[in-house]
């Protein structure tokens, strides 16, 4: 059933300067199908300006529905923009709309109650001030990350708000890290608000706020100083070509319009504006940047293969170990669940250790603004740290992540199983270890389950919810429900080794270190893997993740698939400490070979995935390499671009996205 279009919906507020237009743009549906701007939307918008025309206002309010201002851009008609001139059209129609209203005869105002991102944040600038509630939390421009820019005035008008440097952050390097939004105090801190108001009684103040500058006349504060924007533009394409690598073509046109807002008129900049959607939206990157949006926000929310069971309320969660990995997982469960966490390790001091950088976390959060100092007060009362795993009574849900090896995991959960009630849920967060073995001795193994979350916890979203032999419905209801609980996103993966996002990476790993072993150089197998869009070089992922737990996992995968996974003797050396790659022959071959030979790997390695049914579809191992290792949207994701390469059928003589 499709979703309703926006409205632009009139109401009068008289005032004591005289008749206040409140325009509330509203779907019709839940706060959680956001406003959006299609071609219905638009032509609201410009019946409403008809109608303003017919008399006399004081002022105009624009406001969203509930929660929700406005979400941008309608993506589902993005797909037929498949010809420059249609995408030119949809810019046009947007610029027109939109500065319809700029160009009205009385004081405007944005009263941005929500949500407010891309053309939602684009027709906010287009009015005289705006005013932003204290509790939104997501504003700024995603088109960049969907390979795309903001093509309705926000190159434009941004720039000449807030100034080049904040521009470039909103527009280009946020959308670049992980489509970074910013909060209310960092949008008026920012200088996108006029004021930041507090949540009661928001579109009262705000209207208040327009008739006070009407009253005594606040004309818009006048454009920035932009003579620097060349210069800082010029400067982030250095940090945009150590994001992308010069593979994404949004994020540098996007600084060219950006660094143009300093010599354009504003119909100038808004005709680069139309040119450059011409020559982006129709083409393979925004094209694929829709798929990858819909995939995520879409598809993978429904929780495909999920049991229509009831999930256990969990009211204490149990963390076992105290490390990096465990550390963060606290921190997660507690800030997210609000409920007594505690955490056991072997060692007194290092369990003490993680109780103090959780605390620690929750103060970096007040001081950012992100959380209240009481509720960091209670917070930091709830969270505790010990060696007796007797504190583990009561608990709904105790997750482990200690050392990778199955029989460690094994003593955890049997002794587990001796302090906790039957309901609790026993949850494993290994990265390539089978989950079925590691229940097979317990008395209640359908309450084991995997959830798999990838470093840094805080970043990357992804969850690998992983179903073992045994895992029983309601087990796994509510590990699901607990991801999205923890604002994560859940892909639902068969017990297999290495899951998907870590098996996919060490085939990569394994292509790249053969590599190495027969003449090539660290700067050849970065170029060639870099090529396809990841954000970090396969050298620089290594000394992250650590050469210990890559060879581990590939060992794992040797084990289970030797022909496809050989063990790695310069691996081996690194995980021991020595740096020497050992040499096994002289093979070298060039960066266009070697990038061939890691496409046709992966595509060969999804092939057997899909057959042994890790997951359900391709596009689940899209969604999990976008979310778990930072695969670009405008990639798609990672069958889509292995199919669209060639790849795909030179390994196995078939398309993966049709599996």
Known sequence: MAESPTQFFLQEVTTRVGPVALVTMDNGEEWQKPNVFGSAALASLRELVAQLGERQWSGLVLTGKPFVFAAGADLTEFPRMSTPDLARAAAVGGHEAFGAIRDLPFPTLAAI??????????????????TIARSVRHIGFPEVFLGIIPGWGGTQLAPRLV??????????????????????????????????????????????WLVRATEWPTPPREAVDLSDAAEIC???????????????LAPYRALELIAGAAEWTIAEGYAAEEDALADLLPGPQAQAGVYAFDLIERRIRKGIGVPDAKPRRIERVGVVGAGLMATQLATLFLRRLEVPVVITDIDAGRAEEAVAAVRADLGKQVSRGRLAEGKARFLGTIVSGTTDTAAFAGCGLVIEAVFEEIAVKQEVFATLEAVVSEECLLVTNTSSLSVSEMAALLRHPERVVGMHFFNPV??????????????????LATAWDVTKKLGKRGVLVKDAPAFVVNRLLTRQSSVLMQALEKGNTFEETDEAALRIGIPMPPSALLAMVGPRVANHVLHTLHHAFPDRFPLSPTLENFANGEMEIVVTGDARQTVDELHAALLEALADEARHMLDEGVVSSAAEIDACLILGAGFPFFRGGLTRYLDESGASVRASGALLATA
Request: a negative charge.
């Open 163 to 208: 100034g080049a440097a904040a521009a470039v952050e909103l527009i280009v390097t946020n959308p670049l890290k992980q489509n970074r939004l910013v909060d209310a105090a960092r949008a008026a801190e920012l200088g996108l608000a006029d004021a930041l108001l507090d949540d009661v009684e928001f579109l009262d103040d705000s209207i208040e």
């Open 458 to 475: 805080s970043v990357l979203p992804l969850v690998e919810v992983v179903r073992a032999t045994s895992t029983d419905d309601t087990t």
């Open 234 to 248: 010029a400067r982030a394409r250095y940090a945009v070509d150590d994001a992308v690598h010069g593979v994404a």
């Open 113 to 130: 109650n929500g949500a407010a991102v891309g053309g939602g944040l684009e027709i906010a600038l287009h009015c005289d001030f705006r």
